[in-house]
């Protein structure tokens, strides 16, 4: 291949003189997007922290009722003159809380017309 011309003197300060624009256009432009980039990393790690936070205060206040439930529970259960093993008042078994269920739900079905049947 033949050799290729090389541009005026002239024209090779002006190539020269634009690449160094450009490139510090784009140095400039990547010295903003990097002081952004570590500004908004900054702030993901403050609201991870804060986060974090949230998860423990809300755990906590979570194991406060878990406490304070089964210290209710127990004082409930341990009423003096209490059978043992006897539920109190307004607690059903589970096959007592299905047949109530069933027995709404077909009270509510018939009262819509639909019978249950279809």
């Given at each position: ?32 997007w990097e002081r952004q980039m570590s ?80």
């Amino acid at each position: 291949p033949p050799p290729r011309p090389r541009p005026p003197r002239r024209n090779q300060a002006d190539i020269e003189n634009a690449k160094r624009v450009v490139h510090e256009c784009y140095k400039g432009q990547m010295e903003d997007w990097e002081r952004q980039m570590s500004q908004l990393q900054a702030k993901l790690a403050e609201e991870q922290e804060t986060r974090l936070k949230l998860e423990e205060n809300m755990r906590r206040a979570f194991m406060r009722g878990v406490c304070a439930l089964n210290i209710e529970a127990l004082n409930i259960m341990k009423k003096p003159g209490s059978t043992p093993g006897a539920l109190p008042l307004g607690v059903s078994t589970s096959a007592q809380a299905n047949a109530s269920a069933q027995a709404n739900a077909s009270k509510f079905l018939s009262q819509l017309g639909g019978g249950g049947g279809g």
